[in-house]
């Protein structure tokens, strides 16, 4: 019965097992006092070795070359590089922290709780999941900043001419083909609606495919037709099998994002080697 | 025969006595010294930061490859940021006439300031990356499972903090680093549909990185924050000892 689903006593706690206990006190406290001794000795000794920095007075009128966010948002800068700016820096990161969230209304069931890669498959599938992430993420940026294009004819002395420039990168798709007049501006609405000083009523398709469009078709087909893949493989049976594929991607598109994002990206946000990378600081008055 | 006598207390027994069993210690201390399974559940059942934990628990539990201690760790720099950040409280002023030369007089006249803001600093990026890690143990335990559903959704309320107490500390010192990144940072928050160019406003309390803004990340970071931070950790360790403890296979 469907009612009976629902009110499925699901957040009842576990029985104890009380023949399994140990005492917190010595077992757990004993560890936890360790763990904490390890890592007050470890940042100490950190500390006396490495300074925080600390650079000169802040200055507006001076914007260093790169000008970058802390460590833990440059992936989102650098999901900046490739898409509108809403889109990577607000609209991906809030859906995705509401579909994280949302795992454990999904996968209800509890096969595999408690126990690390407690079901069947699971190292293999995360295994797979965090490699296509790492991977299609790095050829992603790849592409997109050119490098494979300019790889393919520098080294294998393939080109595509003129014919094939439009698969560059993203935005040549945008500027290398010869779309029509009348599609940069397609009114689709018969009057403007302005929503604070934003105002809708025109679509610049070429512009909005490259921007929205197609990153945003990425993001969704990738994670998709691999979870469909692996299915269809006999692979994934379980919706746990599904959101560990899904997770696993993630962490490794995440990973490559901030790596990149840290490491990769030198002056103008150009893709260049990390021992390449170094910051100037710009001319006063100049931005 | 020989009458068994009872030994004599030897020197460590008289002093253990006099140490445990007194007056004051049993004020203190209700419990004698936990050297019994009955002191020792007591111990933890009496003590009120012990008494985070239950008495017992199963075994797979304290086995450091299961948790990798990694909550009950971003927990301890939480702990740690508390203490530094109130050191560093002492020496700066959240003015942007002042910021930068109380960093300076922290990293070169106050005694020991220059440990205190390293440490402060490292501890910050050691707890983004103990949250996530834990996450990710979390996870790949299968434990936001039924009953612990809610408890994943406050860790991901508690991932998203901890990036905003790191974002909103990164511009205190009012350097080049802190004042570019802030800018770039809040830039990405702007360009959110609708709301964005609004909420960056409220955020810097203006258009640019300013004094205004200064005061606000100062506010936000050394109380907003840590009170939302601290109510929903109280929330997420209360739960975990409702749901049960630890999640184990069923
Ligand atoms: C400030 C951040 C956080 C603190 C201080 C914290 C602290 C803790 C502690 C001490 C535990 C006990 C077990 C352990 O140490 O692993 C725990 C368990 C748990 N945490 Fe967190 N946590 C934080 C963030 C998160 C995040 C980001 C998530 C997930 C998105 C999360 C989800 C959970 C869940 C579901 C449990 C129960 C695990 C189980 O039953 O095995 N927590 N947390």
Redesign the interface.
């Known amino acids: 019965m469907a009612t009976a689903a629902v009110a499925r006593p699901?957040?009842?706690?576990?029985?104890?097992?009380?023949d399994?206990?140990?005492?917190?006190?010595?077992?757990?406290?004993f560890?936890?006092f360790i763990?904490?001794m390890v890592?007050?000795l470890a940042?100490?000794l950190?500390?006396?070795l490495?300074?925080?920095?600390?650079?000169?007075?802040?200055?507006?009128d001076?914007?260093?070359n790169p000008?970058?966010?802390?460590w833990?948002?440059l992936n989102?800068?650098e999901l900046?590089l490739h898409m509108n700016?809403?889109l990577?820096?607000?609209?991906v990161p809030s859906i995705w922290?509401v579909i994280?969230?949302a795992?454990?209304?999904f996968?209800?069931?509890?096969?595999?709780?408690?126990?690390?890669?407690?079901?069947e498959n699971?190292i293999k599938l995360?295994i797979i999941g965090g490699l296509v992430g790492i991977v299609g993420t790095w050829f992603l940026i790849l592409w997109d900043s050119g490098k494979l294009a300019f790889f393919l004819n520098d080294w294998f002395g393939f080109s595509g001419g003129d014919t094939f420039r439009f698969l560059e990168n993203v935005r040549s798709i945008q500027t290398q083909l010869p779309w029509p007049e009348w599609s940069r501006e397609i009114t689709y609405s018969p009057w403007n609606i302005v929503?604070?000083?934003?105002d809708f009523q025109n679509l610049d398709f070429p512009g909005w495919l490259v921007e929205q469009g197609i990153p945003t078709g990425v993001m969704v087909a990738f994670p998709s037709l691999l979870i469909f893949a692996l299915w269809r493989a006999g692979m994934i049976f379980t919706r746990?099998d599904a959101v560990?594929v899904l997770?696993s991607g993630f962490?490794g598109a995440y990973l490559v994002l901030t790596v990149v994002g840290t490491a990769f990206r030198g002056q103008g946000q150009e893709l260049v080697f990390p021992w390449q990378l170094k910051v100037s600081?710009g001319i006063p008055g100049q931005h | 025969m020989a009458v068994e006598t009872p030994a004599k207390p030897s020197l460590s027994d008289k002093l253990y006595d006099k140490m445990f069993h007194n007056y004051v210690w049993k004020s203190i201390f209700r419990t004698g010294y936990p050297n019994t399974p009955r002191n020792q559940m007591l111990i933890v059942a009496t003590n009120v930061f012990l008494h985070l934990h239950p008495t017992r628990l199963h075994r797979t539990h304290v086995k450091v490859t299961h948790t990798y201690c990694l909550g009950g760790l971003s927990f301890f720099m939480f702990l740690g940021l508390t203490v530094t950040g109130i050191l560093l409280m002492f020496y700066y002023v959240p003015s942007v006439e002042r910021a930068y030369l109380d960093m300076q007089n922290i990293e070169t006249t106050v005694q020991f300031g220059q440990l205190m803001r390293n440490m402060h600093r490292w501890m910050a990026h050691a707890m983004v990356i103990l949250v996530f890690m834990h996450m990710m143990r979390v996870f790949y335990t299968g434990a936001y499972k039924p009953p612990r559903e809610f408890n994943w959704v406050i860790g991901v309320i508690l991932l998203v903090l901890t990036f905003l107490l790191s974002f909103t500390g990164y511009l205190l010192p009012w350097d080049q680093l802190a004042f570019w990144a802030i800018t770039v940072g809040t830039n990405i928050a702007g360009a959110a549909p609708v709301l964005g160019p609004k909420s960056r406003f409220w955020l810097l309390g203006g258009f640019e990185v300013g004094p205004n803004a200064l005061i606000r990340f100062y506010t936000l970071h050394v109380i907003g924050l840590p009170l939302l931070a601290a109510i929903f950790m109280a929330v997420h360790f209360w739960r975990i000892r409702r749901d049960g403890g630890l999640a184990r296979p069923l």
């Open positions: 699901a957040a009842k706690p576990q029985p104890r097992a009380r399994e206990e140990v005492l917190v006190w010595p077992d757990l406290v560890i936890e763990a904490a890592f007050t940042l100490f950190l500390s006396f490495m300074n925080a920095p600390l650079l000169d007075q802040a200055n507006a001076v914007t260093p000008s970058k966010a802390p833990y948002l989102l800068q900046l700016a809403a990577a820096g607000v609209i922290l994280m969230g795992f454990p209304y996968d209800r069931d509890n096969d595999g709780q408690g126990i690390w890669f407690g079901t699971s995360s929503i604070i000083g934003e746990r560990v997770f962490v600081e």
